[in-house]
């Protein structure tokens, strides 16, 4: 049976038939993409149907998401959110709060949602916009129902008396000094562990983790993805995600792929040796399912967290005089590029300033110098930092860059206050100059570190505007086209899968997400407002309201 | 400032790799002079010899728990954490803690506020083959250089394979092949000063001060100044102005070397670290007229 897609257009990433106003799907495999009467020679012999749902809708490439982490999303998606940039979710939309009194409002409507009992989590809240949080403040809108407030970058939080009763935090042991004030109920840096140490039979609970999987599902279809990449698989533990994983994202009812990167340092935990990483790795392909592949893909780590200023940078580096930290030994990090390098795999490695990239650059120099490779793949995840001279270096090794464009949307403004200067600030994520060097670009989420909302994530690559409202570095921008590539076709070439899907082509697998406007005429400033109509995976629709 | 006697003091062995950090934990673990009841956490299993017979027989609680590098994205599923929440409550009196190679001293130490722990002593490694190198490095020169300021207690391996290595520091130096290299380790103290000392029989405390005179001293005034300290007084290292130059000291129990400097006079550090093994022989050196 063939399935006749009629649209008002059709975006097909391909460049040698850009538009088109049908596609024909046998068994979730596109057959031809094209106008109707072209399509006479297949219709000829075979039944087949017309989907004609989405004639005034334009269809483009299923959306690629191909950097987040479902199992950190689990475990923060059955959290109430009070932010102070919006998050569009499946179950409402997030509107911002900025200021003190928003918030308290916010945190004593959900508290008096919730029955007596119920432990409330918050998560998003962050001083410069919500003012000084303490426990006096939650116990004054919450009283004595437990409640935690998780700080936005997820490295500090505040209880109220009563949470810390739930989870036995004891007064008594805490002394000055640890990094826990116990009059606020603030446990930060080396107390937090404290905290979470107790905290986790509530965040990792089968259950809650169950549901947030389940919530996961809805945020990816949601943001009209029909791939997505996790870029860290097993980093809570490998045989327990891998089983939630296959119970929860595996099955008819699932509308998205997931290539699954595995966390490199984790893989070899134990003092396992870097040349034994590509046999565990290549152990974990018999997992594979329909839905769920692991690749020769291989995930590693440069420098610190961006949203924690801890990007090794090299000079001048940041106004405060600190420095960023090295999350993995630069000899070692060698080691393990070199093993994977030479086992023939796709290495993805975490770099944030541009010191922590010039040091992978460095070593993939050396690696071509070893064993030269083409067509490699070598991927420079999040790229926040970078200076123009890199850009080059980037074309010159063939490697390609996915990065968290969202990092110029939220700290852009902070990081010129407080951080590194206008001057960086403004050229933080430089897509533009990837695209005019011919890089293969794409944009990623990092969720939860940004919204999963790849339609977001282009308005920001286009218009490269700050939460304020400031266009920084507009020479960086990127044009409506360049960034729907980033989310399809570009992003299926980082996650090793532009074979399947990515563009709309005969041979590809059916994967579409329908648009009520087309995101290369509309307005670039409305490209976030785009309501997405449905997502189709592999042939199969999957509306939205 | 007294401690509460439960809580077990974590001494942090630091140091970048290559600084001789797994060859030293390894010589703690087969010398027989690891206290009872120490918990040994390391950085990862990797060359550790972890074997029964280094978990020595008589004191069952001895543990060596392998940590993984720390998580990336968050903190939720942190190891450190987790084998310091198992080891609160168990036997275990101290902790040894080594730091991954990258690891700063100062923020691994805020880890070691957990409660039920205190940090005890913060003692960096260094490798006297290529530190000096090391520390023109881009990429971790400056992290390299940060280990060592931030230590406690500096102690310099491979110093056969460069006699000749000195760091100009005024920390208290000790060398990795020193007969009782193991035991100042063990027994360092940061709070030393505070008259404060871990709860053991088997590792004595030592307390350290430092010198420093602002004008030159005489050669024979400062010999007969070393000459009559007291027998506590372990080592002294350090370079003095005198009549005669500068001079760098050194001296390991009674065996004192006075050498002149040879190098250029604003490269030296002034001054002269003295490491006793009793904090009240310590307060009687008056060195100050
Ligand atoms: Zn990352
Ligand atoms: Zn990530």
């Known amino acids: 049976m063939l399935t006749l897609y009629k649209a008002r257009s059709v975006i097909t990433m391909n460049e040698s038939m850009p538009r088109a106003t049908a596609v024909l799907v046998r068994d979730g495999m596109i057959v031809e993409v094209g106008e109707p009467e072209h399509m006479e020679p297949w219709l000829r012999h075979q039944e087949y149907v017309v989907e004609d749902q989405f004639v005034e809708k334009v269809i483009c490439p299923g959306f690629i998401d191909p950097h987040l982490h479902p199992s950190m999303a689990a475990v923060l998606l059955p959290m109430e959110f009070i932010t102070a940039m919006r998050w569009k979710l499946p179950w409402g939309e997030v509107e911002p709060v900025t200021d003190a009194e928003g918030f308290d409002r916010r945190m004593g409507a959900l508290s008096t949602k919730k029955s007596v009992d119920e432990p409330l989590f918050i998560w998003g809240y962050h001083q410069l916009w919500h003012g000084p949080m303490s426990r006096a403040r939650i116990e004054d809108i919450a009283g004595d129902k437990p409640t935690v407030v998780w700080h936005r970058s997820f490295h500090e939080l505040y209880m109220n008396a009563a949470a810390m009763d739930m989870v036995g935090v004891v007064a008594a042991e805490i002394k000055p000094g640890m990094q826990i004030d116990i009059e606020r109920g603030w446990f930060f840096e080396g107390g937090l562990g404290y905290a979470i140490n107790r905290l986790n039979p509530w965040i990792l609970a089968p259950d809650k983790y169950a549901a947030g999987l389940q919530r996961l599902k809805q945020v990816v279809h949601h943001g009209g993805h029909t791939t997505i990449g996790d870029l860290a698989t097993g980093m809570f533990n490998f045989s327990a995600e891998a089983e939630a994983l296959s119970q929860h994202l595996e099955g008819d009812d699932v509308p998205f792929r997931t290539r699954l990167v595995a966390h490199g340092t984790v893989l070899t935990k134990g003092g396992v040796p870097p040349q034994q990483g590509p046999e565990l790795a290549e152990a974990l392909l018999q997992r594979n399912s329909h839905r769920l592949h692991f690749g020769r893909h291989i995930k590693l780590f440069s420098d610190g967290a961006f949203f924690s200023q801890l990007a090794q940078l090299q000079e001048p580096g940041y106004i405060d005089g600190h420095h960023g930290e090295w999350l993995t030994t630069p000899e070692i990090l060698e080691q393990h590029i070199r093993s994977y390098w030479h086992a ?20 993939l120099q050396k690696m071509q110098e070893e064993k030269p490779r083409f067509n490699h793949g070598f991927t420079l995840e999040h790229f926040g930092f970078s200076t123009p001279e890199q850009i080059r270096q980037i074309q010159a090794l063939g490697a390609q860059v996915s990065a968290n464009v969202y990092y110029l949307h939220e700290l852009s403004d902070s990081y010129t206050q407080n951080g590194i200067g206008y001057e960086r600030a403004s050229q933080m994520a430089r897509l533009g100059s990837c695209f005019r060097a011919g890089i293969n670009t794409t944009v990623h989420s990092d969720f939860t570190m940004a919204p999963a909302e790849p339609l977001n994530s282009m308005w920001v690559a286009v218009n490269r505007i700050n939460h304020v409202g400031d266009v920084m570095g507009a020479t960086e921008a990127i044009t409506p086209q360049q960034a729907l590539q980033a989310i399809t076709l ?24 329908v648009l009520d406007e087309d995101p290369l005429t509309c307005d670039p400033l409305d490209l976030r407002n785009i309501n997405i109509y449905a997502t189709v995976f592999e042939g199969k629709v999957f509306p939205l309201a | 400032m007294t401690k509460m006697i439960t809580e077990k003091p974590i001494t942090l ?9 797994t060859t030293f934990i390894n010589r703690l673990l087969n010398s027989g002079g690891l206290p009872s009841r120490t918990a040994v956490l390391v950085n990862d299993f990797g060359d550790i010899n972890v ?19 720390g998580c990336v994205c968050c903190s939720i599923a942190d190891d450190l954490t987790s084998a310091l929440e198992v080891l609160k409550s168990s036997a275990i009196e101290r902790v040894l803690l080594e730091c991954s190679g990258v690891a700063e001293p100062h923020r691994a130490r805020v880890q070691c506020h957990y409660p039920g722990y205190y940090p005890h002593a913060s003692v960096v490694l260094v490798d006297a083959l290529n530190h000096q190198q090391r520390c023109k490095d881009k990429y971790v020169g400056t992290l390299v250089a940060a280990q060592v300021q931030q230590a406690d207690l500096i102690v ?5 394979l460069n006699p000749d290595f000195c760091l100009q520091t005024l920390q208290p130096t000790i060398d990795a092949d020193d007969q009782d290299a193991m035991e100042v380790v063990l027994g360092w103290g940061s709070d030393a000063n505070h008259g404060h000392s871990i709860p053991t029989n088997l590792a004595p405390s030592f307390f350290t001060q430092t010198w420093q005179s602002r004008l030159p001293v005489s050669l024979a005034d400062l010999t007969q100044r070393l000459e009559d300290l007291p027998g506590s007084v372990q080592r002294v290292k350090g370079l003095v102005a005198t009549d005669a130059g500068i001079i760098e000291v050194q001296r390991v129990g009674t065996d004192t070397q006075l050498t002149p400097w040879t190098q250029p006079p604003h490269t030296a550090q002034l001054g002269l670290v003295i490491i006793a093994s009793a904090a009240d022989d310590l307060a009687s050196i008056d060195w100050a007229s």
């Open chain 1, 344 to 363: 023939g795999y796709q290495i993805h490695v975490h770099v944030t300033g541009d010191l922590g990239l010039q040091l992978t650059l460095d070593i």
């Open chain 1, 490 to 513: 570009n992003a299926a070439h980082v996650i090793g899968m532009a074979d399947i899907t990515g563009s709309i082509r005969a041979g590809k697998r059916a994967d579409f997400t």
């Open chain 2, 13 to 21: 062995i630091g140091g970048y790799l290559g600084a001789g950090k």
């Open chain 2, 51 to 69: 074997d029964e017979q280094l978990i020595r027989s008589g004191s069952k609680s001895d543990q060596v728990i392998g940590l993984a590098n």
């Open chain 2, 156 to 160: 310099i391996s491979k110093s056969a």
